[in-house]
């Protein structure tokens, strides 16, 4: 039986309510299914942690080639179908609980995970979140495997002077090489969602991209410059609350034109810019 008639088997047999506020989109579709697997490269020697397993099509196939298969489901009424879905994987795991609360670091320790990898059909409505989470608390992982927005994925790999890019770009580039695995229609899931989706693979660098003093500040004036991304960065900055003086001198040392727009720096000026800038703070 395909994965379609198999999905819409256990929706019907559980009675099964698809909650649209938890971006609930299964996907149907075997062919994109393996792409994700594969792209995961997953072996006897790697752990998962997967995100919103659903009714667990992804976590079966998953648990086939992994050594454990960790899966957060924020759905407790999801809950009793993984119990039914996954009772022949003893290498799964399912935690009930919502992936934006939980110390993925502690989760690693706990479950003695190795060689981590990330993989999950996001749910829609929390993606940049989740992203953004997993990188910026430094969560102990290898690489993401993820099924997104079209949109937000071109977000992720935008380069400078696009409409596209902006501080998710930047957050992610920072981290990790990303690669694009593959475009997926609507009708992959049922139900089908609104928009496009893409699958990407970011693995996390083990050096970051570029050498900053503070990554903080970095990230400061980077939101600061795209929260007014039509705006010179002299105005933009302004908002930092550090005195002209620095900023200017800082954007001269670097070798940055005031007048232009946080959009058309690439990441290494940015480096160099948050650099000088801390250097004048110290
Ligand atoms: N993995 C399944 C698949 O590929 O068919 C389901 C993917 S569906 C797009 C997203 C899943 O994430 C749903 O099962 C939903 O209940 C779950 N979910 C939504 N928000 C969540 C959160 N904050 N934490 C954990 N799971 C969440």
């Known amino acids: 039986m395909g994965i379609k008639s198999k999905t819409m088997d256990i929706v019907k047999h559980f009675e099964f309510k698809f909650n649209k506020n938890l971006g609930q989109n299964f996907l149907i579709d075997e062919n994109i299914l393996n792409k994700i697997v594969d ?35 924020i759905d407790k009424t999801l809950i009793p179908i993984l119990d039914e879905t996954l009772a022949n994987y003893p290498n799964i795991k399912v935690i009930n609980a919502d992936a934006l609360k939980v110390d993925f670091n502690e989760i690693i320790e706990k479950e003695q995970l190795d060689n981590v990898k990330v993989v999950a059909n996001l749910p829609y409505y929390v993606t940049t979140p989740i992203i953004a989470k997993i990188l910026n608390e430094g969560a102990k992982i290898k690489s993401m495997i993820i099924m997104i927005q079209k949109e937000v994925a071109d977000r992720i790999v935008a380069k400078p002077d696009t409409d596209e890019y902006g501080t998710l770009s930047l957050l992610c580039q920072y981290h990790c090489d990303i690669k694009k695995v593959a475009k997926v229609s609507q009708n992959c899931f049922v139900p089908p969602p609104k928009v496009e989706s893409a699958v990407i693979r970011l693995d996390v660098l083990d050096k970051k991209r570029v050498d900053v003093e503070d990554e903080k500040l970095f990230f400061n004036i980077i939101k600061a410059a795209f929260n007014m991304r039509r705006k010179t960065l002299h105005n933009a900055l302004k908002t930092l609350g550090i005195s002209q003086d ?18 058309t720096l690439s990441i290494e000026e940015y480096a160099a810019l948050s650099n000088e800038v801390s250097f004048s703070l110290s």
């Not at 620095?246 to 959009?263: N, T």
């Open 246 to 263: 620095i900023l200017e001198g800082a954007m001269e040392r670097a070798g940055i034109d005031a007048k232009r727009r946080g959009e």
């Open 39 to 73: 792209a995961a490269e997953l072996n006897e020697n790697s752990s998962v942690i997967e995100i919103g397993p659903g009714i667990g099509t992804l976590t079966q196939e998953m648990a086939k080639r992994a050594k454990k298969v960790i899966a957060i489901e």
